[in-house]
């Protein structure tokens, strides 16, 4: 051939795949493959009929169109050809070659990785999130299809565009598990070196391990077998496009999430990066439960970090990512339900939602959520007396522990406005046993060493600031439920108000299916958006029902109570102290003075909601002549003299302090008497904060700082201001059109003022009520005494001896009669405890009249 | 037409076109492998395309029912000529002469009288 150039080079690589697919054909009628191409070669070239234009891949194509049709059958020879046999070796190739097993493998792993969690639990998730599932498991199937030849012999391009595609798809997971396929191939021989007895029970694992992580290889070099027509060229290019663009909606957001962490830009993360991913950072790390998450930190966790990592920098780690996280999303990262695999949770096997190992046990906060552990029932009961002007509740819970090893339940509480912690049950061996009330700090050790140390039954709970407190549990056991009780003494507010107490952080998961049943009793007309049953009986009144245990923690939920006119003098015997408790109603001071306040907004996502409302709020107030100045802490900065806050765009979680301290300055040179912080939650301690707290106690200008509840949720700040500082006044608006009239509310002085008593005698007028008034009126005295004193220890014992759970004061219930002996506390007798009073039926009367007669009868032979 | 009707031309025209390509093929001449491709492609009625006869006489040439010959070109590629070998002759020989009884028993039996 002295003219190779008669043929484009893309003609000739079409004639090269016709001879490829023809060649077998060929061979069976006994002709020559390279004779047969070499003539039709030459056919094509006389077929130009002088013509000087290369002949195009188009023009073969036709050509080759022209000369297979129609087509002939196969020459069989006499005798038959027969194929060389071959050997086992290579028929083991063949067959492992074959297309059918390069999806069969990878659908076998994908469902192996259903069943057991292999992978996700030794290494990492190789499918964490439902789009890569998806996309992996569309190109299995599509290399099943492929396997039938479904559309081979039309060759449709669509087909060469998602082979290209499957390819580097495919090819992204199979470098990624190629460290767990050298981890898996030699990690057995590791293993042998090391110790003989792990390699043993290690050696299916790390071989299966091996085989999925070949999987993806497997189904890439499928796609890549299969190759591509040379007129194919440009769809298979565009399908490796595609790909690529499939690759980078699925994982890029989780990559740009580890960039943002790693350049600590919330901004980053939050425009395009994955909340998921970070969510799942913020469990990285974790003792006892993998420590790498996903595809995207797999590779630079192990390979780069992780060998060499030591188990506190993973902490401290997690602890940024937990930061971030708020920073983020505005939310903590322990209200969201936990990362786990989507994969698993696909099979018979439960995913575990959590830390498996807690490694907070025992500790001073809440933490991350622990896996298997869930509130299997809540019960909310109260009685509520008009005269005192107070409410009780018992809130009862029961812990379901559905792992294998013992967990601890840790919970935030919001108590209601100015309520307090008056009783704590435990049931131990069904038998409810009361709490011993002593100092936080005796009650705290005693807790830590009966549950971390020595694993048996304690429930501890402790004041951690302004209407919250912590519950701790342990050990709920494996399979078992721990059962709870917390009594609540709270004040009905002017508006005859009595809020439920509510979860604002736990460490356990809660069913949307479940329910809290509530029984709301007391001498008043009351009601509770959401209750349906109701009832009265004489002087009593009832309304219950039951509400979703999630709302109730998503909202500041109240009883409306119809309070009737107020009772001057009321009293109380006092069986702690023996005398008389008495609260005498002082005049009312209805002068209204013009007030001048700083208002600092915590503008983070939730804020979003009440933007509104606040304007309108301060629009009402400037008109009633009251002077606001406005500080809003928004999108990481600090915004002064704000005008309108609606025009804001409010997302993720903000550090409020520069914007406090701003407040507390500008409060400062004018001399404003209010720094009210409207806020959301802030469950991350910021470093600045300190600073803060120091202008707050040691500012020459005295301030009152008030808080407004928005949304729930802890609080690191106000924890600690209301420790150090404490809080002048804090509302809780149950809806933004409530926002104006709480805000006014909390710059008014105080509407109602009381004179209190402690005597021998009981008032010759007034009307005596429960024993409830003496209790809150030492939690009172306490709470305002505990913030600048040094005298604890006295504030401690008058606490306890109330049994008031208070910024001194803890209560702790421990398992048997020595143990408390041992650290010294006394076991509150359960005839001084509060309870919610029985409402007695008649008969019920009747009853017990004849009971005690017969009881008196049956006596009296005994006693002679 | 139907399946049994299709199959049978397929395998007629099977058995026929080796025969053709040999009676294509000049006694004391050669043929240029193109033109005699193309004069079996251009027959009406055999139905036979390019892909068909340049593998059937490759191996033709393996059995040694016909021999080839290149000859170069100035441009493009070298072209083959086909003559027939003595045992091709005798083949070509031996299928007229069955050929030619089939198609008078053909003839017979589809009009006796004559």
């Known amino acids: 051939m002295k003219n190779d150039h008669w043929l484009t080079s893309e003609a000739r690589h079409a004639l090269d795949a016709w001879e490829k697919t023809h060649q077998i054909h060929w061979e069976r009628e006994e002709a020559d493959p390279k004779e047969v191409r070499a003539d039709l070669e030459a056919h094509l070239w006389h077929s130009r009929e002088g013509s000087e234009a290369p002949v195009t891949q188009t023009q073969v194509e036709m050509a080759i169109d022209d000369m297979s049709l129609p087509s002939m059958p196969v020459w069989q020879s006499t005798p038959s050809v027969t194929e060389p046999s071959r050997g086992f070796w290579k028929r083991c190739v063949d067959s492992i070659t074959t297309p059918f097993y390069f999806s069969i493998w990878p659908l076998l792993v994908v469902l192996w990785e259903i069943f057991t969690g292999t992978l996700a639990s030794m290494f990492f998730d190789p499918l964490s999130r439902f789009p890569q599932i998806i996309l992996i498991l569309f190109f299995a199937i599509l290399g099943l299809f492929n396997l039938f030849n479904t559309f081979e012999k039309s060759k449709p391009r669509w087909l060469t565009i998602l082979r290209g595609a499957g390819v580097i798809v495919a090819g992204y997971w199979g470098l990624l598990l190629i460290p767990v396929l050298l981890i898996g191939s030699f ?20 071989l299966l391990c091996a085989m999925a992580a070949a999987a993806p290889l497997y189904l890439t070099f499928g796609f890549l077998k299969r190759g591509y027509p040379d007129s ?122 959590g830390v498996t190992f807690d490694e907070n046990l025992g500790g001073d906060g809440v933490s991350a959520r622990v896996a298997d552990l869930d509130l299997a029932t809540s019960r909310l009961d109260a009685h ?128 949307a299916e479940l329910d809290t049943d509530i029984w709301v009793q007391g001498d008043l007309e009351m009601s509770l958006d959401g209750l349906k049953g109701k009832g009265a009986k004489d002087m009593w009144r009832e309304t219950h029902g039951s509400l979703s245990a999630r709302d109730l923690m998503a909202a500041h939920t109240h009883v409306k109570c119809s309070l009737p006119e107020q009772v001057t003098t009321v009293w109380t015997d006092d069986q702690f102290s023996g005398k008389k408790i008495v609260r005498t109603l002082l005049p009312s001071n209805t002068k ?41 802490a928004a999108n990481e900065e600090v915004h002064k003299n704000i005008t309108s806050l609606r025009d804001f765009n409010f997302s993720g979680g903000q550090d409020c302090i520069p914007a406090l301290e701003a407040g507390l300055r500008l409060a400062s040179e004018k001399k404003t008497r209010h720094l009210i912080w409207l806020h959301g939650s802030q469950p991350i301690s910021f470093k600045s904060e300190e ?110 001896k109330y049994q008031l759970v208070t910024p ?5 219930v421990l398992e048997t009669a020595q143990d408390y002996k041992r650290f010294d506390l006394k076991q509150v007798d359960g005839s001084t405890t509060p309870s919610i009073p029985g409402v007695p039926e008649p008969s019920t009367a009747l009853l017990t009249l004849l009971a005690s007669l017969m009881l008196f009868r049956r006596k009296r032979p005994c006693a002679f | 037409m139907s399946d049994g009707f299709d199959n049978w031309t397929v395998q007629l025209r099977k058995g026929i076109l080796e025969f053709c390509v040999l009676s294509s093929i000049a006694d004391e001449e050669e043929s240029y492998g193109y033109e005699l491709v193309k004069k079996l492609v251009n027959a009406p009625g055999l139905d ?14 393996k059995q040694g029912l016909i021999q080839s010959r290149l000859e170069e070109s100035d441009a493009g590629p070298a072209r083959k000529y086909y003559r027939l070998t003595a045992i091709g002759k005798a083949r070509s020989l031996a299928m007229q002469s069955y050929y030619d009884g089939l198609t008078d028993a053909v003839q017979s039996l589809r009009n006796p009288k004559k």
């Open chain 1, 808 to 812: 001194v004061s803890g209560a702790v």
């Open chain 1, 691 to 800: 600073g803060f707290l120091q202008l707050l106690e040691r500012g020459f200008h005295q301030i009152d700082f008030s808080v407004i509840d928005l949304a729930g949720g802890p609080n690191r700040l106000l924890e600690k201001a209301a420790k150090r500082i404490g809080i002048a006044g804090n509302a809780r608006p149950s809806s933004p059109d409530k926002l104006s009239v709480e805000l006014a509310k909390l710059i008014q002085p105080r509407s109602q003022k009381f004179q209190w008593l402690e005597q021998a005698e009981a008032p010759p007028e007034g009307k005596k009520v429960w024993d409830h008034l003496a209790r809150w009126h030492v939690w009172q005295q306490v709470k305002e005494a505990a913030i600048g004193s040094t005298n604890h220890d006295y504030l401690a014992k008058l606490a306890a």
């Open chain 2, 48 to 61: 036979a395309s390019e892909g068909s006869i340049y593998p059937l006489l490759s191996r033709m040439r």
């Open chain 1, 592 to 632: 209204t003075a013009k007030q001048s306040l700083v208002l600092v907004v915590d503008g983070s996502s939730y804020f979003g909601d009440w933007a509104e409302a606040a304007d309108e709020a301060i629009a009402a107030l400037r008109n009633a002549g009251h002077e606001v100045e406005v500080i809003l």
């Open chain 1, 384 to 511: 509520i007396d008009s005269a005192s002007g107070l409410g009780y509740w018992e809130w009862t819970m029961e812990f379901d522990n559905s792992g294998n090893r013992n967990k601890e339940a840790r919970m935030q509480l919001l108590l209601p406005n100015e309520g307090v912690v008056s009783r704590l049950t435990l049931w131990v061996n069904g038998e409810p046993q009361e709490a011993a009330f002593s100092s936080t700090a005796k009650v705290a050790k005693a807790y830590k060493s009966v549950a971390v140390a020595e694993r048996r039954d304690p429930v501890l709970v402790r004041w951690v600031g302004s209407d919250r407190v912590l519950v701790q549990c342990f050990p709920v056991l494996p399979e078992e439920d721990m059962r709870i009780r917390i009594g609540i003494t709270a004040p009905l507010d002017s508006d005859g108000r009595l809020f439920l107490p509510r979860i604002i952080e736990k460490n356990f998961g809660i069913s």
């Open chain 1, 232 to 353: 194919h060229r440009t769809p298979w290019l565009l399908g490796m496009l595609l790909g690529l663009v499939l690759l980078l909606l699925v994982e890029a957001p989780s990559y740009i999430t580890r960039i943002g962490v790693a350049q600590n830009n919330p901004a980053l993360i939050r425009s395009f990066g994955s909340e998921e991913t970070l969510l799942s950072m913020c469990y990285e790390g974790k003792v006892g439960r993998r420590s790498f998450t996903d595809t995207s930190g797999f590779i630079p966790n192990v390979l780069i970090s992780g060998v060499i990592a030591t188990n506190s920098s993973r902490k401290d780690k997690s602890e940024q990512h937990r930061e971030l996280y708020y920073r983020v999303t505005g939310r903590a990262f322990n209200s969201e339900e936990p990362p786990h695999s989507k994969l698993l949770s696909l099979g018979p096997r439960r995913s575990p939602r």
């Open chain 1, 187 to 206: 990690g057995y021989a590791a293993g042998v070196v090391y110790s003989i007895g792990i390699a043993l029970i290690a050696l299916p694992l790390f």
